[in-house]
């Protein structure tokens, strides 16, 4: 009965923990799509050394920075999580392909999705916790 889910109200402190895992997850990313437009040393490395070729850093940082925009917009705030899903689960498959650690980038997923499902009433009522 999809009629029945109604957004709840938001209670202040839902907002600004959401808000919070939103700017943490935001930082992260904006961060990350920099190095990859400045390109330091380091940052090609890694990139050797997760199998990437350098040249795809700044399509991947144009990539990751639209995502977080479109996150960001409380309008499109559902379709940048779910892009964002993606990107980060590429991330995640390149760290299991070479055995790294691939934490950060599900804790970054579980931070967009967190923020999201904290800040819009909107998504619990579509995924609500039982009590």
Known sequence: MMADAQPASNAKW???T????????????????????VGPEDMVKEFGRLG???RLAFGLGILELT???????PQTSVLGAILLTGYLGGAVATHV????????PIVMGVLV?????LRDPRLRA????RK
């Open 14 to 16: 839902m907002t600004w």
């Open 113 to 117: 999705w967190l923020g999201l499902f």
């Open 126 to 129: 579509l995924i609500p916790l």
């Open 97 to 104: 392909r070479i055995d790294d650690n691939f934490v950060p």
């Open 52 to 54: 990437w070729p350098d």
């Open 18 to 37: 959401g808000w919070a895992c939103t700017a943490l997850a935001l930082s992260g990313l904006v961060f990350s799509a920099v190095m990859k437009f």
């Open 67 to 73: 995502c977080a925009i479109v996150y960001v917009i």
